[in-house]
Every structure is written in structure tokens, then in C-alpha cells.
């Protein structure tokens, strides 16, 4: 059996590393697509990145410790600025002390909606800004704020997230598992920034959730959004009263590790107090339900050797999620390619 | 050093999987050659085997359910009919279910004797059937049956099980560790579907086992028998009265781990209910310093990159095993070849 | 990143594979630069290593005993003397015991100074003889002994051992790591069997063993010594009186895995009784540290995929030691060559 892996690798691109709160005083090491990563807070408290590697003996620096807004190396004391610039070697009697050779490689870094992102290539500048997310600070939303590691490549998680099917088996009980079954209009529209699927007429979902947001039933608005190269985002709105959008940053750490980072903003009529008893189990137990699937798909595809997919019109996203992240990761992706389709799909309810 | 490693992969072959008691209502995994498989019970109860991955993203099948004799996937909810058809595809609402790219592969089993065999190459006709064991059911014979997880490779266990000298070293103080020597003549005779060393000769054995046997003492008529692929025979018999027939068939799981399914048969002149408190912890006692020995000369094996096998006069079966083996899986075997010889073997009684 | 690994297989050359204490009654498993082996006392207690595999069917000898000074394996008892030549094959009946192809692979072997060395090239005479290592066994020092598995490559544990600059960070508060700094000068050495670095006017360091050294206050002489191959010594003295000498054998077991055999003998105006007490802890915290960063940088550098290493004029004896192992297995080592330079280096103190 020949055996294919679908797995992108693409660095030009801007990932969540850690959460603001994360990143205090001592330094901490992230790894995004194979590439370890010390993050520190620089000169006033600036979220720095570098490769993870004393240039002089390879230490890891993020064993060290920050000095000053220069972060320290634990074997000889060099010390590295936030641009990885060699401002220390101690014991050095002559010479200069800043050379090429013992620069640490730095990474570009942005902080906002309290995550660190990192853009994965050095020496590069961006050409973009990383997304901001959609009422991460609103104060007419409640917001539940998760992480959660998956053992799934970075398409896996991605489809999975924004898969519908497979809530009435993977999530039995929780979600979508009643006995009527609706046939609906699935619209499915691609474009070079993501890919996004809009479901027409579906009747309000089954358990916590669905009873939340539409506590009387009733057709909802639903779309599941793909937003390159690493957000998925699950939006359901119910008239102008309420609205949940739910968006999770994913972060390849390598080829089947992958770190996700959620912001679930919810507009409900029900006060937040109460709503996050209600909810927040529930999007745990799910997002736990789901690691453990793929971490069963990263075992069996390890144990194969490799990956077979057999389409079925039903998997709405997960195609597209992979044809925009290979193609970006070639450099062929056209920015003003657009593809729109329909599909009809029964849900269960 | 070059190395070499003593590895056979015949895959046109029966192997037994599992026990009939294992096979239940749920699905289990079993890994025969490194093809990871799922057995579950179809229509009827019929045991069947398809490989352990859903054609669709991957996920094991082993980790679904059995629901009206079709196997279900616990990611989507496909299922699988026991030739490994997909039968449904829960929220496809158009267009037919069944397609050649959502099967399973299938294996073909046949369960007998307590057994489920898998025929190791999906696809492919069996052009044999697995063998019977003889007197598995026969009320006239106390029978035991044991499994074990052996960290060796099928060549290496297959020999252990049928070699003698090892006995007095291995297994001191349970089998043939007494201080008389006894110069004998082993018998071996090779042909097309197996090998046979016959001991002319041979005093009683020492130990529990010996002593049942023949507690009078005595010569006893002695067979180590090796029969393609994968089943290893010892027969022990004095006079009409009693007789003892240990069958073992050998699964290799991969390289280095192959599981062995044990069914030995007693007609001695004493009854099965005292039997089996004597005979019972012995055997387990001898198959683990057996499979102690085996990871040992694994772990060697993989320490030093591959195995070195000096040859002596007094390796009977070994040499014979790996040679038809060997043929077998370059589809060389000449089913009507024969080798006859004789050596004479010191044995300690 | 292309990435580069600085490990040298140098198996031309004494190692030390136990101490003499540790070669008891039993065979004992030791594996040097990937190649296991077994040690054991043969006829007269002569400390002997041959290959650790039975060349009959891979069992590990070590796992035997031995018997009369032969070492019996324990799967079919064959017996090897201390040359690896096989004296006994139990159950043959016929012909010789003695073939070439039933030898076990013999490494020359010497004991001295509690030490057991094994010359890593089997079938090869040595040409030179294992050094004798200072005071040993001199009755006017007080001699400690340690033992320490290092996760780094045999450079990276030499170098580390003779590196002065990462005391005042990595043993911060133990050695060091005083407020004031003093320039003082570094003369390097280096001849074909060896690197040395003289400290000239160096001001007596600060933790406990630089107190038990010169209580006064003072200048020491200090030399940091490699010798080929696996030889790292530290020297102090303070005129007549006092004198410190600490040579380190590191064994390469693997690429990252290095053993390290400790003889410190101390010559002090203290008595030994209360000498031990005082310095042992010391000398046992600081090799954890430094066996702790070993494993931080063998761990970043396996994270990688390779080393990279920025150069710096304070890293006195690593560049060389390197440079020579490395002339060393290319059989390029020139005898009379010679090299001196002298650095400028800021001691904290």
C-alpha cells in the first residue's frame, strides 16, 4: 500500500504561540511546526520570540531567565535582547561582544485579543497582520476563553472543528442526536482568504447549547467559516437577540500536534452568570470528545504509515481547508479565485 | 558488522487472530504482520475481520460498535456490512451509499476449534483451508488452553518452542536437569508442509510432567513437529495408555512480537480434575522463561542492528523452519521435496 | 537549516567500562560507543569483555553465569573463556566444540587504579596502555570516587568538565560567583596527546572547596587538562601544601549517553575525616548540574536535528578537544605537532 499524509507546513504565516497570561516573568518555550521557540517579555514587557537555542552551546533558553528585558542563557550568561542581538558574554575581555555568529534567530511577534502570535519564519517581515477577533472584548458577550492540545495535524483539527456530520456520532447525547432527520441546503462558497458554509433553514440543534440559543426551537442561522491559515469559526444567530460566534486559533506545534485556542463569545437572553455553568462543561466535554478522535486517527494513520480519504459529498469544509493550505504553502494561491456550491444534506436533530 | 535479520512475511497464510471466547459483541483490534485489523461479528454472528482504518478520514473501526450485524464507525457513523461494504452513510442525502472507494478492505476468516483464523491477504482467494487440531474436542482428553504474548519473532519462537537442548539451561530445575546423559538418535524429516525430528529412545523427561507421563519411568516415544506456517507440535507417548498432543499456533503481530495460541491434550492415567492443579502452573512457568528468553534475544537482535546464528548438529528443527518459511514466501516451496536425517543428541534426563 | 553534529567514534582506544568493585561473581552488561558487551572475572579472576550476544541464537551473556571461570549462556548453556573461545556446546554428542564460528568476539582488557578498561576494537592489539592516574592509591591524599551517567556526547561532557566560564552561571552560588572580576590570563597548549590551560595568576575561586584551598585568600595555580582520548583533569595548588588533582574518564556509551569514572584526590592541611563530609556534596551537586544542562543541550540539539555552535576566544580547551578527536579517528593525529596561544579572560570571583 502506498501511503500519502496530508500535511501543510506552511511558515509565512502568523500562529497564536501562547495567551497573554501565559507570558509573565520567566520565560516560556512553544513549538510551532517543528520549530522550538522561547517567548519572553522584552525591555517593557514587549512579547519577544526567538529559536529556542543558545547560538553559542545550544541551550535552550527558555532554561534561563530574563535579566533587565534580556533573556539570559543558563550555561555561560549570554544574554540576548528581544531582536536576538548578543548583548552579554561574560568572561570576555577583549573584543567585541555583538557579532553575527551569536545572534539568537528572533521572530516576528504581535499581541492582541490576549494571545502572542508569532509570524513561523525568521528574517522575514510579515505582509500581513494577524486577524483580530470578533468581540473578544465586547462587553455585551460572555466569553469563555479554553486551550486544549490535539494529537491531529492541523487539517485534521480544522475539519474537524467545522464538521457537521459527525456531531450526531462522535458527540451522541450532546449534540444534534434526536430522531427527526431535515433535509437542508448546505452553501458552500470558497475564496482565496478561507472558505465558508452557510446552512439554509436549519432547525435548532439538540442539547445545552441549542436549547440556549433558541430556547422555543425555530430555524437558526448557521455558518462554519474557515479563515486561512489557522482559524475555524462556528457562528449561530437566532434574530438580533441572540448570536454565539465561536472562533479557535490552531496551532501546528508538529506534523500531529496541534494547540487550539478558543474564544466563544456568546449574546444570549440569559444573564452570563448563569450561562457559564450551563456551557462551559459542555464545550469541554466536546473539544475532549473530539481530541480523542483524532488522536485515534494520528495513532492509526502512524500505525499505516500513512493517510487514505474517501470523499462523500457531505464533507463540506474539509476539502477546501486542504486545497487553500497546500496551495498557499506552493505560493500558488490566487487571491481572487472564487468557487460557490450547493449540497443537500440531511440532519438529524 | 553486517547483519542480517531472520524475518519471514508470508502473508498468503492462515493465522489465528483471537479466540472464539474474545469475540463478542463489540469489535476488537488484532495486528497480524503489522496489518492492523478489526474482527467483529456480521450477520448471524459470522466472525470477520477488515482492515482496522475507515476508508473515509481514517479512524479505527475497532473503537465503533456492532449494530445489526454492521460494523459502525464511531467518527461519522458509516457502516460496514462483514465483506466490508459500506452500507451506511448517516446525512448523505443524495446519490447511492455504496461506492468501490468506501470499502473496507476484507479478510477471510474461518473460526474452529476455539479459534478465529484470518487468511492474511485481503483480496486474494484462501487455496487452503487452516488445519484442525487434533483432539481439541475430544472428551477422552483433559485439554488446556493458554495465550501468550511472546517478544520474538515467529522464526525464533517457532524454534524455541521445538528445541530440546535449550530445556536443561532455560528451564533448569523444571525439565531435564538431572545428571544422567543419554546418547540418542533424533530423526528429523523434512517435506513440502512442514518438519519432524523423532527421538528414538528417549528415557522419561524429568520433572511434573515427565512423571505423569510415565511415573514407572521408561522409554517414551517423543515428535517435535513444525507444521507451515505457523503451528508447532509436541507429542509425547507411552504405550495406548497415555499420550499428550501440545499444539501452538504462532501469530506474528510484527518483527519482533508474536502471540501464541496454545491448545494442549492429555490422555494419561490419572483424571483431568487432578491434572490440572499439577500441570497447569508448570506449563505457564516453562512458556514464560520461554518468553523472557525471547525479548532477551530480541532486544539483542535490535541492540547490535540484526541477528548472527552460529550453526550446531544439534539445531534439529530451527534451520528447517526458516528454510521452508524462507521458500514459502519467495513462493519457491516444492510441495513434494524431502530431506531425511539423523544425528545423535546427548540428552540430560 | 542544514545542521551538523559534532560526535567522534574513536574505537581505537581505553576506555573504562566498571570499576573494579562493580566485576563481582556475576557477568555485568556495559556498552561502549553503541557496542554492548559483557565483563566478567575468567580463570584467576582475570577481569575479561567479549561481544555481549551468544554468536549460537543472540541471547545476551550477561544474562548468564559463570561457572569455573567460563561464562555459560543461558539459553543452551554454551560455555565461552575469557578469549571468547567456546569450551563447551551441552548436548553435542559428535565432533569438536571448538569452531571459529562459535567464538564470542574478545576486546583486550586491563584493571588498574579500580578501574576496568576495554580497548573498543575487538580482534586489534593494542598498541599503547591505559594512563595510570595520579595519586590513586597516594596515602598522603584523600581520594574520592564517583560515578555519573551524562546525557551528552563525550565532547560536549569534556568540554563542559574544563570549561571555566559557565561556573559563576550554571553553579551559581557554589563556585564562582562572587561580585568581583579579575583579568587574568589563559595559556592554551596543545601537542598531539593533549590539550592543557594554565591559569596564571588566577585569585583563588569562592565556594567551599576554594576555602578548604587556600583559606588565606590568595593566588593559585590552576591547569584544566585533556588527554587523549577520554581524559579530563583539574589542577590546583597553593605552594607545597596544598593540591588538588580531579581526573574524570568519560566512557562514550552512545552518542549522547557518557559515563563518567571520578578520582579526586586532595592533598590539604585538613584532615581527610573531615575533608569528605565537606566536599563530597560539593562535588556530587555540581556534576548534577552540569549532568543536568548535558541533557538540557542533548535534548535541543536531538529537538534540531543537529548543532550549531557560535565561537567565542574564552572557549579555551572545547575547540580543541574536538580538533583532536576528530584527527584522532581520521588517523590524521601528527604526534609532534605543537600549538600555544594565550587569552585575556574576566574571571568573576
Redesign the interface.
Known sequence: MTEHRALVHLTRAWYVACTSAELGKRPIARTILGR?LVLFRAGEGVASALL??C??????LS?GRVVSGEL??????WRFDGAGKCMA???????PVE?P??CAEAFSVREQDGWVWVWCEPGVAPDVEPMRIPFADDPRYTVFRLEMRLEGSLV?ALENMLD???T???HRGLFRSGEKRH?ITARVRRHGAGAECEYVGEPRPTGVVGALLAPGGGVVQHWDRFLMPCLGQVEYKLGEKSHILSTQAMTPESDYVTRTYAIAAFRLPIPGFLLKPLVRPVIRKILKQDAW?LK??S???N??GG????????DLLGPHIYYLLRRAERGELDGREHLQLE??????V
Open positions: 522550538p529556542d537555542r547560538p553559542h552551546r545550544n541551550a535552550p532554561e539570559e542563557c543558563p550555561y555561560h550568561g558574554l561574560p568572561g570576555l575581555a577583549e573584543g557579532s555568529g551569536r485534521m457537521v456530520p459527525h450526531a456520532y462522535l433535509t478522535m485515534q486517527i495513532d492509526n494513520v500505525r499505516f493517510e487514505r480519504m474517501a470523499s462523500s459529498p457531505i449540497r443537500e444534506v440531511l440532519l438529524r
